[in-house]
């Protein structure tokens, strides 16, 4: 049964969002299964790795971090604009990080953490030197941002997965 429908419950929801688009009939429901159970098997194929969290507690304390940060970050971008960067420059530029995290799970969180933070965008990950390129709208100390990525994100991440 694993090798047939190797996600049913995939299989199984995109077979009903296929029905609830599509008008009901014996026609839609064959191409419906056909299509979820195609979708099952290429998402068998380029199924990722189990992540293992090694320390939940950390997990919770990056997420109020990170919340914090967003909030922190969404009243500075939003001065920013209003005020038209009248009260000082701003300075748009590029940044390199030297990163220690290698995990790809840990890599992809970092990711989605630095892009959902008005402000700045995660741009490259060059895995042989592991540097990251990243784009910040206000970037005022460029060992402010290493610091902060690298001990705050970072060694989070790392007591995390790693």
């Known amino acids: 049964m694993n090798r047939l429908i190797p996600h049913p419950l995939l299989s199984l ?9 599509n008008a009901f009939s014996l026609g839609h429901l064959l191409l419906g299964a056909a299509i979820a159970l195609v979708a099952g098997w290429a998402f068998g194929a380029v199924e990722p790795q189990r992540m293992r969290v090694r320390n939940p507690a950390a997990m919770v304390r990056l997420v109020a971090m990170v919340t914090a940060d967003i909030v922190r970050s969404n ?3 939003a001065g920013l604009i209003l005020t038209n960067g009248r009260h000082g420059r701003r300075r748009s530029d590029f940044l390199r990080i030297e990163l220690r995290l290698r995990d790809p799970a840990a890599l992809a969180v970092l990711a ?5 933070t008005p402000g700045t965008a995660w741009l490259e990950f060059d895995p042989d030197t592991g540097i990251l390129l990243l784009h910040v709208f206000d970037l005022k100390d460029t060992d402010e941002w290493q610091v902060l990525i690298r001990d705050r994100y970072e060694a989070q991440l790392l007591e995390i997965f790693v």
């Not at 995109?14 to 609830?20: E, H, T």
């Not at 989605?112 to 959902?116: D, H, N, R």
């Open 13 to 21: 929801s995109l077979l009903f969002i296929w029905l609830l688009l």
């Open 75 to 77: 009243v500075a971008v």
């Open 112 to 116: 989605i953490i630095l892009t959902a």
